[in-house]
């Protein structure tokens, strides 16, 4: 009997625009695999890297496997084969896979992955990382899939959710996804705060279901198995489904934020947060976006606040002197431009007074000054009561010391819900006997 060896499988950038879906391979390849008594020592990890790269197809996701095996090279080629076959090259999919037997992940990877959350990394990076370590991969097109592939098995969590990802049958690919709306809001009331922005009660909006070719129905996200079990019990479609499975994520963390922003990171598609003071009055524009700067540590930086955000009616309320500290993406400069941050979220630290010179009020009429003329000062025409000068009047500031994220439906995958805010998920153990993967009947 051959020793058990852990295998780490990961593989990213087998769908297209037009097509497939990475986390529907992993659910293929758990599929077979646990049709060959595989032991499996983690969730499926489902990883959402910096957001911002232009040529990402949905939500820059990559997947990795945690597995105990005694036939790892059997495994290695099955997967090489399902990889090559639900990979959409055809419509521009750059599949990379990566494999490394143990259990313990060496720094390099962990390295590795903590930049792809922020940063653009060259994929000639990631094919010298996996011949310097002597890994076994396997990409196809140019290689872009080897980034998410070994970042997915670098990646280490300090919070995590968990999103159960409900997938069609093959005849259903591309059709119009049809699901009751009262019950998904009727989920979301019986579920909160266990799962998280899956209806938009202002608008009426369903979020859980993608609007794209792809093989997915529904994602629900939450805290622990339990309650996306019981979320699907609830859903209600006419549809008839092939099977979900539940992955261990970073979605809802807001984990690509970490880093800060500075003259030096302040790179083209590069997420990050950085404090500062408003040094310019915000700009709206004709189409409702505001564009304000950001003195910090004697650099400033253009920041950007789109309308469908929500969050636009914030920004035009900072005025200068106001602290906050805010966090997104770096867009590359324009012509009219320099690189920009678009906002993700505004944190508000302190306020300015927001003063107003006025003229002055009398104090036995209490009634407004008039003005002498220039530099004569001002008096009051009931009395004839004198001041030299104007008086200042605070105006109360619309907005306050607080966290503004963006309304529900503008969030992006990794964008902390305010129900998250302050919680860090720690405590979820692996228990392969729980309803983690499910393949319904035929």
């Not at 009997?1 to 990213?12: A, H, P, R, T």
């Not at 609007?211 to 008839?240: M, W």
């Not at 400069?333 to 678009?342: D, L, V, Y």
Request: aromatic residues 10%; glycine residues 8%; contains cysteine.
């Amino acid at each position: 009997m051959n020793k058990k060896s852990v295998l780490n499988i990961g593989f990213d950038d087998t769908d297209s625009p037009t097509g497939m879906c990475t986390t529907f391979l992993a659910y293929k390849i758990v599929d077979l695999l646990q049709k060959q008594e595989t032991e499996f020592l983690d969730f499926p990890k489902l990883i959402r890297f910096n957001p911002n790269i232009p040529w990402k197809t949905r939500g820059n996701g990559a997947v990795s496997l945690k597995i105990k095996t005694n036939q790892p090279s059997k495994i290695k080629n099955q997967i090489k084969n399902l990889v090559s076959k639900y990979s959409d090259t055809e419509n521009g999919a750059n599949p990379g896979l990566v494999f490394f037997e143990s259990d313990l992940i060496p720094s390099e990877f962990t390295k590795f992955s903590n930049l792809a959350l922020w940063q653009l990394i060259n994929r000639n990076n990631a094919k010298k990382f996996v011949k310097k370590n002597n890994l076994d991969f396997y990409y196809e097109g140019n290689g872009q899939g080897l980034i998410g592939a070994i970042s997915a098995i670098g990646y280490d969590f300090n919070d995590h959710t968990l999103e159960l990802l409900s997938y069609r049958k093959k005849r259903r690919f591309g059709k119009k996804r049809i699901i009751s709306t009262d019950s998904v809001k009727k989920m979301q009331e019986e579920t909160f705060p266990y799962t998280f922005n899956s209806f938009d009660t202002k608008r009426g909006r369903v979020l859980i279901t993608p609007h794209g070719p792809d093989p997915v129905f529904y994602g629900v996200r939450g805290e622990n198995v339990d309650s996306l079990v019981t979320a699907t019990q609830i859903l209600q479609s006419d549809e008839k489904l092939d099977g979900y499975m539940i992955f261990k994520s970073n979605q809802g963390t807001g984990d690509h934020l970490k880093n800060e922003l500075n003259s030096e990171t302040m790179k083209p598609y590069a997420s990050g947060t950085l404090i500062g003071t408003v040094s310019n009055i915000p700009k709206i524009t004709k189409g409702g976006h505001v564009f304000f700067t950001i003195n910090s540590k004697n650099n400033e930086f253009w920041c950007a606040v789109y309308k469908e955000t929500g969050m636009s009616t914030i920004a035009s309320n900072l005025i200068i002197g106001d602290k906050i500290s805010v966090g997104g993406g770096v867009r590359k400069a324009s012509k009219n431009f320099p690189r920009i941050i678009n906002l993700e979220f505004i944190k508000i630290i302190s306020l300015k007074k927001n003063l107003s010179k006025t003229n002055p009020i009398c104090k036995k009429c209490k009634k407004k000054m008039k003005s002498k003329g220039r530099n004569q000062g001002f008096q009051c025409i009931k009395c004839g009561a004198k001041n030299l000068k104007k008086t200042s009047l605070e105006i109360p500031r619309q907005i306050k010391k607080q966290l503004y994220i963006p309304k529900i439906s503008a969030h992006r995958h990794l964008t902390r819900p305010l129900q998250r805010t302050g919680k860090t998920n720690k405590t979820t153990i692996f228990d392969a006997s729980q309803s983690w993967f499910c393949v319904y009947e035929k």
